[in-house]
């Protein structure tokens, strides 16, 4: 049967099944063909054995929905691998320019590691050299070159620290551009949603509400939940008729057998033989 080639449902379309479902439900009033509603069962009641009848109703529209999440998926996928390619081209784009941009962050990076060694080189080697006695003449100047590296050192802190912040905003503004249009579906994706839609209603929903309204056998009195309704034919089989036999019938009684006489042959001499 084609129900069983049918795909389910992806539980994030079970949300627009039902409202293309409350939808048909809400305009009712507008079909002739739907002018039973309340009468016989109402809104609700129509909407459960709808919701029963899931697998029935979605199978109708297989090859739109099939078509949807193929395009969806598609267009998930590009949009995966341009957001990955967005990360990385701003550092390639960068590097392939001159190599200025790299560079700069290279030295942002390396400047204060650097910076900070010598200044600590310069001190300690001042400071021991200013213990002994007689002091070195070059003692001075190596405290002096100390305390340039280390404000050298600190000049490089900050400005990796500004250069950290400005690319974290940067960062953050494009990817709030990014997310602007995303709650807008792709042109081809929305025509393929539109045509399932279409598919549902037309060939899935509004058939099963017609055949629901017609069925006698839904009571709308009944607390329980109204059964499905099918649209597939039931194919009713009947077993062979046995009957047990009449009493005092002789078509019931068993055969009698009489076991057969069997006697011994006489076996004997040829002075035996009878006469």
Same mark, same amino acid.
Do not use: C
């Given at each position: 049967?084609?129900?069983?080639?049918?795909?389910?449902?992806?539980?994030?379309?079970?949300?627009?099944?039902?409202?293309?479902?409350?939808?048909?439900?809400?305009?009712?009033?507008?079909?002739?063909?739907? =002018? !039973?509603?309340? *009468?016989?069962?109402?809104?609700?009641? &129509?909407? #459960?054995?709808?919701? $029963?009848?899931? @697998?029935?109703? /979605?199978?109708?529209?297989?090859?739109?929905?099939?078509?949807?999440?193929?395009?969806?998926?598609?267009?998930?996928?590009?949009?995966?691998?341009?957001?990955?390619?967005?990360?990385?081209?701003?550092?390639?784009?960068?590097?392939?320019?001159?190599?200025?941009?790299?560079?700069?962050?290279?030295?942002?990076?390396?400047?204060?590691?650097?910076?900070?060694?010598?200044?600590?080189?310069?001190?300690?080697?001042?400071?021991?050299?200013?213990?002994?006695?007689?002091?070195?003449?070059?003692?001075?100047?190596?405290?002096?070159?100390?305390?340039?590296?280390?404000?050298?050192? =600190? !000049?490089?802190? *900050?400005?990796?620290?500004?250069?950290? &912040?400005? #690319?974290?905003?940067? $960062?953050?503004? @494009?990817?709030? /551009?990014?997310?602007?249009?995303?709650?807008?579906?792709?042109?081809?994706?929305?025509?393929?949603?539109?045509?399932?839609?279409?598919?549902?209603?037309?060939?899935?929903?509004?058939?099963?509400?017609?055949?629901?309204?017609?069925?006698?056998?839904?009571?709308?009195?009944?607390?329980?939940?109204?059964?499905?309704?099918?649209?597939?034919?039931?194919?009713?089989?009947?077993?062979?008729?046995?009957?047990?036999?009449?009493?005092?019938?002789?078509?019931?009684?068993?055969?009698?057998?009489?076991?057969?006489?069997?006697?011994?042959?006489?076996?004997?001499?040829?002075?035996?033989?009878?006469?």
């Amino acid at each position: 049967m084609h129900m069983k080639s049918a795909p389910h449902l992806l539980n994030e379309d079970r949300a627009e099944y039902q409202r293309v479902l409350d939808e048909a439900l809400r305009n009712a009033h507008e079909r002739p063909d739907l =002018a !039973a509603v309340g *009468l016989r069962l109402n809104a609700e009641q &129509l909407r #459960t054995m709808a919701l $029963n009848a899931t @697998a029935l109703i /979605a199978a109708s529209a297989a090859a739109e929905y099939e078509h949807y999440v193929k395009v969806r998926r598609e267009m998930r996928t590009s949009a995966a691998a341009s957001a990955s390619g967005s990360v990385l081209s701003p550092a390639v784009g960068q590097s392939a320019d001159g190599g200025g941009a790299g560079f700069a962050a290279v030295i942002a990076v390396l400047a204060p590691v650097l910076a900070g060694t010598a200044a600590a080189i310069f001190l300690l080697v001042g400071y021991i050299l200013k213990m002994l006695s007689p002091t070195p003449s070059f003692a001075d100047a190596l405290l002096t070159a100390g305390w340039f590296f280390g404000a050298l050192t =600190a !000049a490089a802190i *900050l400005v990796a620290a500004v250069g950290l &912040l400005l #690319t974290a905003l940067r $960062n953050g503004a @494009a990817q709030v /551009a990014e997310e602007v249009p995303a709650g807008e579906l792709p042109d081809e994706v929305s025509r393929a949603k539109e045509a399932w839609r279409h598919a549902l209603l037309e060939r899935g929903i509004l058939p099963f509400l017609r055949a629901a309204l017609a069925d006698p056998s839904a009571d709308p009195a009944s607390t329980a939940p109204p059964r499905p309704v099918s649209r597939i034919p039931k194919i009713g089989f009947s077993g062979p008729e046995f009957s047990s036999p009449a009493e005092g019938s002789t078509a019931g009684q068993r055969p009698t057998f009489t076991s057969p006489d069997f006697t011994s042959p006489d076996f004997g001499g040829p002075e035996h033989r009878p006469d």
